[in-house]
């Protein structure tokens, strides 16, 4: 029988984000991330003054990040572990919204920590991505799992038939972000994720 496909986010899903990049901006930057909402935009202030980052520079920050720190991102408590029980009843591939630019070291990166997954990148929703992932893996049925809302709206609409899970791997963002309103079943921590995959890939 052939494998459903588990479609897996990276950032708050597989690594932190939050962290490390409130750590190059203090570093770098000379600014401060404090969450107040669910977003990096109306949430970083220069340090000198306290004022705030416009919305165009949040961009060029996050690419930054990417270009100069994202090694140093920890992997998420339990994903290690998860997927590797996961790539029996699943195929696994990792869908990450960076620029192709860093595609091959985001793969470098989650293979040296243990999760050695094809790695595709994408810009913008991803239910197209889904659709396509699909279509070229010949495959009918398929998890997604991502921490973002609109991804789960995008997939819902453009193939509806995936199943959703939505996680938030950081303890300071999930009480930001309420349940996904177009995912299936929020589950923030893999421990509790794993046994709610298995159970969906045995459908």
Request: hydrophobic share 45%; proline share 7%.
């Amino acid at each position: 029988m052939t494998k459903p496909l588990l479609i897996c986010d990276c950032d708050e899903v597989l690594l932190h984000f939050a962290g490390p990049f409130r750590t190059y901006l203090d570093t770098a930057h000379a600014l401060e991330l404090n969450f107040e909402s669910f977003a990096l935009s109306g949430n970083i202030r220069r340090k000198a003054d306290g004022s705030l980052i416009e919305k165009k520079d949040v961009r060029t920050l996050v690419e930054g990040f990417f270009a100069d720190a994202m090694e140093g991102q920890p992997v998420v408590d339990g994903a290690v572990e998860a997927l590797a029980a996961l790539s029996d009843p699943y195929e696994i591939v990792i869908l990450t919204n960076i620029r192709d630019a860093y595609r091959d070291r985001r793969r470098a990166q989650i293979a040296a920590l243990g999760m050695p997954f094809p790695v595709y990148v994408n810009d913008g929703p991803k239910g197209p991505a889904v659709t396509t992932l699909m279509r070229e893996h010949g495959r009918d049925a398929a998890v997604f799992i991502d921490d973002l809302p609109p991804h789960h709206s995008s997939v819902k609409r453009d193939a509806p038939h995936v199943h959703r899970l939505h996680m938030v791997a950081d303890p300071e963002l999930r009480p930001l972000i309420p349940a996904a309103d177009d995912a299936h079943a929020r589950i923030d921590i893999w421990s509790q994720a794993l046994p709610y995959l298995l159970r969906q890939a045995a459908r």
